[in-house]
Each structure stands twice: as C-alpha cells, then as structure tokens.
C-alpha cells in the first residue's frame, strides 16, 4: 500500500507548479502492478528506467517483456521479475499492469509499444526522445485523454534540485528579464542531427521550462560542408527515427521577445566545453551544464578594460536565494504521485512532444533554406519521411 507518509512526501514539492496542499489531498490506497518493456538486443535500458519500480510501496512488480533471451533473463533477474515475456503484447495482455515503464532508448518502438500499453489501460513512463514525429506523439496524447491515463516522459533535467533552485532564483530576480537562451549540444561523434534529437531535446525542453512555448524556429542543418538535402537522411545505431546533418543550427523566438539557440558541430566541442544551456538576463547570466546530475553556474564577470575582462562561474547555492524551492520528487516518483492524485506529471508527454516537434522545426526550415516556421507546424509528419 502507498502510505500517507509516503503520499504527503511524494506531494510536497507540488507548490512548485500552483497545486494543491498535499495535506488537502487524501493518501490513495490503490496497489498497482508494475511491468517493464526493453529490447537488450538493441541497447540497454535507459538511464536505469527499469528501476524505476523498486522499493516503491504499493507497486507490484509482475513482469519484464524482452525480445532478446539473454538480455530478458538478465535483467529480469537483476529486477526480480517474477514472469518473463519474449513479447511485450503477450505480457500485455496476460499480465495487465496499470504501470509500464518505456525503458529502451530506441524511439522508433515507442509508438507501437505505448500505444499498446494505453490500450491496456497502463500508465506509461517512456525513455526519451517520447516519439519520432509530431503525428506519433498526437496520437498517444489523444488516447491517454481519452482514457484517463498519465505518460510521463524522462527529461529528467527539469526536476533536478539545482534546477529547481535556479527556477527559484530567477523568480527572485537573479538574473533580471530574460532576454536569451544558448543551448549547445554534447557535440561528439554525434554531432549534428543525432545530437539534436537524443541529447537536444532535454535542451529544447529546459528552454520550454524558462520561456514558455516557442512562436518560431529558423534552422541550419549541413552535411559534410553543403546545406541539407532530404536525401541526406539516416538512422543511427539508437534509433530515434530519421537524422541528419552534422552541423545544426537553429533559432527560436520565444513569447515577450526572448530569443534562443542551438548549436551542435563538432568543431565547437572544445570552446564550448560541456553541454548544456545558457540564460542571459537584464542583470545577470546563468549555465547549466547537464549530467546525470546538472549543476548550475552563476557568472560575474569585470568591466572590459585595455588589459581585457575577467568572468567567473560560480556554483549556484541554496544560500543565495531568499526562498529555497520546496522539495521535489524525481521523475518517476513524480509521475506515481500524478497517478495518484489525477494531474499531469512535471515531465509530462505534453512537455516531451514540444521537444520532438522542436527538432522538426529545425529541420522543416533548414529544408525550406532557413526560412522561419512557425508553431505548431503545420505538417505532422517528420519533415525527412518524404
């Protein structure tokens, strides 16, 4: 059974987005069975998302679905799963778990895999990127509507404490009126589109989280030194769907004039340094530099002078604001809690399809010549399908 202590801890950072006291909310006493769906064959599982039910009162773990024997036995014995199942339909249906988690990082599966899930009435949370395409991710919206039922999405990043705390700090004042957002990709051996769609998109939704939704997007995509062409497209060893380019640049207007950015290129691994996303406000300039655990960085910089300037990041402590954030749930404790309480999860599937269609975004420009395109996109489709 999920406690109320347990219940009153997992709501406690909910004044984070407007809800309700968790004392003016009752402790659920549902018991839930829990699955999980991988495919070890074509990777592992996530960042631990087959993990994500253990030592979780209440949650009964029932069975692990996975196409690759080896793989199958392997992690259901490291989850202790009871039943194993080659096929993730077959376990569907025998098992009926009211809780699924999503875990392998191909997202070319996840269409047909969540969409099975809801049909069963499951709860999803789904390894990232959620889906390949904007149509994909309409669809599961539309059917978790339909059917009551919450997906959550693990960009991570959004809940992480330091995150929290500079979401605080700009609330505060820290950094002023935000006037830009610079986001830089990971820019290894993936640099381009690969880095847009699998490491990209926690960016794109870290600039959704500060700057609401965005109104444009201009894009640059190139390919061994010329413009895109659709013909440039290819899938990459995690599947996340088409890619392309090996350099990407994008802009993005954002409501009140706020202005960001996304580079990826390879040869800008070593001046940026780590990935990440940059605030520039009125007053001040702040970095997140993301990780399994992102930290956060304020600046200070001198005044230019002949013998040049002098900046300073420094680590963003509880200390320099007024009001520290109330606490917070991880991701996926987060989204038990929204099971729970009937809301949508902070990493929900809304936040996670605004970063697929981002990325869209980007490449419907670069393939118009740069041309700006504006939200939503008109075409749901992915724009290298054709």
């Not at 609401?212 to 769907?241: F, H, I, T």
């Not at 013998?307 to 300073?312: N, V």
């Amino acid at each position: 059974m999920i406690t109320r202590r347990l219940f009153l801890q997992a709501s406690a950072g909910l004044s984070l987005v407007g809800r309700l006291a968790a004392e003016d909310l009752p402790a659920p006493a549902i018991r839930h069975r829990a699955a999980v769906i991988g495919h070890t064959g074509r990777g592992d599982y996530g960042h631990g998302l087959e993990l994500i039910f253990q030592g979780r009162p209440g949650i009964e773990l029932v069975a692990v679905a996975d196409p690759d024997p080896a793989g199958r036995q392997s992690v259901g014995k490291r989850i202790g799963a009871p039943k194993l199942y080659s096929d993730f339909r077959e376990m569907l249906k025998a098992e009926r778990p009211s809780l699924v988690s999503v875990a392998m990082r191909h997202a070319d599966q996840h269409h047909a895999i969540c969409r099975a899930a809801l049909e069963a009435g499951a709860h999803l949370y789904v390894e990232k990127p959620f889906t390949c395409s904007p149509d994909e991710a309409d669809d599961l919206l539309a059917l978790s509507r339909r059917k009551g039922l919450k997906i959550a999405v693990a960009h991570t990043v959004r809940l992480a404490p330091k995150v929290l705390l500079l979401r605080q700090a700009i609330r505060e004042g820290r950094l002023g009126d935000l006037v830009e957002l610079r986001a830089y990709g990971k820019q290894d051996a993936r640099a381009g589109g690969e880095d847009l769609m699998v490491l990209g998109t926690h960016l794109l939704d870290l600039m959704r989280l500060f700057a609401g939704d965005p109104v444009n997007c201009s894009g640059r995509v190139r390919w061994q030194g010329r413009s895109l062409r659709p013909e440039d497209r290819r899938k990459v060893k995690d599947d996340v769907g088409w890619v392309a380019g090996d350099e990407v640049f994008a802009s993005f207007e954002f409501p009140g004039g706020v202005m960001g950015s996304f580079a990826s290129h390879g040869k800008l691994r070593e001046t940026v340094g780590y990935w990440g996303l940059e605030l520039y406000g009125s007053r001040g300039v702040a970095r997140i530099n993301s990780d399994t655990t992102p930290h956060v960085f304020l600046r200070s910089s001198t005044n230019w002078t002949a013998s040049g300037r002098e900046d300073r990041w420094q680590p963003l402590e509880a200390g320099q604001v007024k009001s520290p954030p109330p606490p917070a749930l991880d991701a996926s404790g987060d989204w038990l809690a929204a099971v729970a309480q009937d809301r949508e999860p902070e990493c929900s599937a809304v936040n996670a399809a605004w970063a697929v269609e981002m990325v869209m975004a980007v490449y419907a420009s670069a393939l118009e010549g740069g041309r700006p395109v504006t939200f939503p996109l008109k075409s749901r489709k992915h724009p290298l399908s054709a």
